[in-house]
């Protein structure tokens, strides 16, 4: 049991997840460079991913460690089974690191990290209770092809399409995942976007934001006959759809929308470099 309070300090399934989407996304973009020149970038890759998604955890616990004395107790910060300051050091050391194992391959992945990390920072610090709590996740998703392609010597033509179809994809995601924890949230002080739209508001602008990007993805296919685009923007506008109609699945079908978005899009990229 003990164990496993340690481990939650580092958000395995969310870190893991995010860790194994660089690497799909890195695969997409994958060059006819020498196999040994491949496997050790993807290898240091992983480990970069590894290292920043650590700290940027570690912080995240650090960062809630009052609220988390009063709602999750049992967490290894308020339980007392870490010090605030060992966790708080443990992230910035961890982030220094995850710069360290970016560096021989280049400045662009250093600078990229950065940016992640930043992201994450900033919003476990100061935005995650605000209206701007969207923001760093706008930043920080469309990010994760471009340290995948970066990492392998590649950097798309288009790359800030990745950003404009991107935001509106993750505003999506964000809403989503918050909607359901308005009511739990009410006491806690947190006042993010959705809390401030309220329930009804805020699921307008989520499916809104779903359709918005799918729209823009498969618009943007189609002008160029990227036909995976236009594949992952239908599956966007279909679950956003089934997302309207059964509320209940709500979270799962816009999270997927927007994933489908995303890789088509981003595999219409990797294809067109």
């Known amino acids: ?18 860790a194994l989407a660089v690497m799909g996304f890195a695969l997409l973009f994958r060059t006819r460079q020498g196999s040994v020149d491949v496997s050790r970038r993807l290898a240091r890759l992983a480990a970069m991913m590894a290292v920043q998604q ?11 460690r009052q609220l988390d004395a009063v709602t999750k107790p049992w967490r290894a910060i308020p339980r007392g089974l870490v010090p605030a300051g060992a966790a ?26 950065l940016l992640g990390v930043g992201a994450g920072f900033l919003y476990n610090a100061r935005l995650k209770r605000t209206r701007w709590s969207w923001l760093p996740f706008a930043i920080a998703f469309p990010l994760l092809p471009l340290f995948g392609a970066t ?22 995601i964000h809403l989503a995942d918050t909607i359901p924890d308005l009511q739990g949230d009410a006491g806690s002080g947190v006042q993010g976007l959705a809390h401030r739209l309220g329930a009804r508001c805020a699921r307008g602008v989520c499916l809104g934001s779903l359709v918005g990007a799918a729209l823009l993805a498969g618009g943007f296919g189609l002008a160029v006959g990227a036909g995976q685009a236009l ?30 978005v995303g890789l088509g899009w981003v595999a219409a990229l990797a294809r067109r470099r």
């Open 1 to 18: 049991m003990r164990l496993r309070t340690y481990l939650a300090l580092l958000h395995p399934l969310p870190s893991a997840a995010t």
């Open 54 to 64: 650590g700290a940027i955890s570690l912080h995240n616990d650090w960062s809630d």
């Open 88 to 113: 708080h050091g443990a992230a910035w050391a961890l982030a220094t690191l995850s710069v360290l194992v970016a560096w021989p391959i280049g400045g662009r992945l250093v600078v990229l990290d």
């Open 151 to 172: 990492a392998l010597g590649v950097w798309p033509r288009h790359w800030w399409s990745l950003f404009v179809i991107g935001a509106p994809a993750v505003l999506a």
């Open 231 to 260: 594949v992952g923007g239908v599956a966007g506008i279909s679950l956003a759809l089934l997302a309207a109609l059964r509320p209940g699945v709500q979270r799962g079908a816009v999270t997927a929308g927007a994933a489908a």
